[in-house]
């Protein structure tokens, strides 16, 4: 058997983020309208700083106006609320992403709730949640399971009647997975640390999406011959091959068994990653264009 296409997550973000460009472009010119987008940092976690600077440099050049609010760790959760309070009622700002974790004396649930559902980009109010499995199409939709969905379309285009299995079942990434390919006519199963015969559910998945955050826990063997293959997983391991206390990025499946069964299979890194931040400068358009009454972009 040929080996799998390879699902590369770098052309479809490039893609994804021209057309966010001339979208913006377009917004500018005709309406003098440029989208913003409100980040919010609590703390001084490494990984946080290093994705909100990338998310603020991505925003910018897509020419949209990036605003960032770091505030140190200790920040009181009625300070973080009234913030998010201030960026709610301010029009120049479109969208409003708060960087998770919080500390842990922060009720994330309660600042989730706090943001106006129109202006959350992160697609994880329960406003948003509820429309979107409600099938509502004013639902913004959690960034990294929506560049998951394109992929998955430019790849197989109709994905109704396909059997799709999500591994994972988190708020951020399962859950909306499940539902938006629900809302393709997939028939869905969400496997997860409990599900029982784990390899045999996999085996029967048309589409399989491994977000679980276990080093290759998916071998080729649980994949369906001609199956395509999305995986979310970022797990870091060590690579003695690369020398002494050197790491590398694995993700949830184990690409080298798995490329030889597939259809098609996102690389690790290289696959998901990419789409995610461009997903965000897609929502925070969408959201500006809602805001302003305008009909919905293409993108
Ligand atoms: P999470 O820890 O919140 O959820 C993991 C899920 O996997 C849980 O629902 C759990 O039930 C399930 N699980 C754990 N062990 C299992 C096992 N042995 N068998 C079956 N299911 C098991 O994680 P998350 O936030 O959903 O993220 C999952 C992975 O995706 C992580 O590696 C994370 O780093 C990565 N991620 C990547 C991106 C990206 O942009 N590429 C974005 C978000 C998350």
Redesign the pocket.
Known sequence: MTDAAIIDGKVHADRLREKVAAEVRRLKDGRGLTPALAVVLVGDDPASHVYVKAKGKQTVAAGMESIEHRLPADTSEAHLLALIDTLNGDPAVHGILVQLPLPGHIDEGAVIAAVDPAKDVDGFHPVNVGRLWSGDARALVP??PY?CLLMLKETLGDLGGRRALV????????KPMAALLLGESCTVTI?????AD?AQRCREADILVA????PR?VPGDWVKPGATVID????RIEAPEKGPGKTRIVG?VDFATAVTVAGAITPVPG???P??ICCLLRNTVVAACRQAGLADPDL
């Open positions: 960034c990294t560049g591994l994972g079942r988190s708020n951020i990434v399962g496997a997860h640390s409990r599900t784990l977000a679980v955050g276990r826990l979310v997983g970022i797990n949830d696959g998901v990653g789409m995610t």
